[in-house]
Each structure stands twice: as C-alpha cells, then as structure tokens.
Nanobody, 124 residues
C-alpha cells in the first residue's frame, strides 16, 4: 500500500487541524493504520493507531483526549483529528500501515509501510 499524508499547516495554540492519509492499492481494509510524529531534534514517536475495522484505537498519553484517529475503508483514508493543539505538538506527522501487527502492537513497534510526512507547526 502507498500512503499520502496531507493537512498539515500552521495553527495557533488551542486550534485544530485534521490530517488525512490516502492509501492506494488493494486490501486497505485489512491494514492496521497509525500516525507517528517526529519533532525537531527528537526521535520519532507513536501518536495513535486504529484496527482494520476501526473498532479499536490506541493513543499516546500525550495526545489522549485531544486527538482522534478514524478511518473510512471505502475511501481508503485514515484521519487524525487534532484539537487543543499545543506548541509541543509541532512535528512532522507520518501515517503508517502494517498488515501483520495489531493496533495495540503498533504502540510499541514500528510498522512496515510509511507515507511521506506532513508538517504541523503550532505557534504559542
């Protein structure tokens, strides 16, 4: 599967953004999907993951209650709704997919497939 992320931009603290990740190829509905981010000078970190059906979601503690991951299998798209953004959310955000791991496993393991990143900048 090929992944194309979009929706990044510049937003003030407290604002919202919605990232999208469009997938091409077959079997999107069988992939576990996730979002990761990498801030300047820091390692890449897990943000959220969603099971193939959308029934299970997992989040990093730092975004829990503010970010929501969702998917539309008919549109082959996964979303990340980000509310109450903080300057520390500034990072390049990457969507990712894996056919073999569970959404829970994606919280601690790197998935196989990655899209290009989209930059989110939150100003204070």
């Amino acid at each position: 599967v090929q992944l194309q992320a979009s929706g990044g931009g510049l937003v003030q603290a407290g604002g919202s953004l919605r990232l999208s990740c469009a997938a091409s190829g077959r079997r999107f509905g069988t992939y576990v999907m996730g979002w990761f981010r990498q801030a300047p000078g820091k390692e890449r970190e897990f943000v959220g993951a969603i099971s193939w059906s959308g029934s299970s979601t997992y989040y990093a503690d730092s975004v829990k209650g503010r970010f929501t991951i969702s998917r539309d299998n008919a549109k082959k798209t996964v979303y990340l709704q980000m509310n109450n953004l903080k300057p520390e959310d500034t990072a390049i955000y990457y969507c990712a997919a894996d056919l073999d791991m569970t959404a829970q496993q994606m919280t601690t393991s790197a998935p196989d497939q990655w899209g290009q990143g989209t930059l989110v900048t939150v100003s204070s």
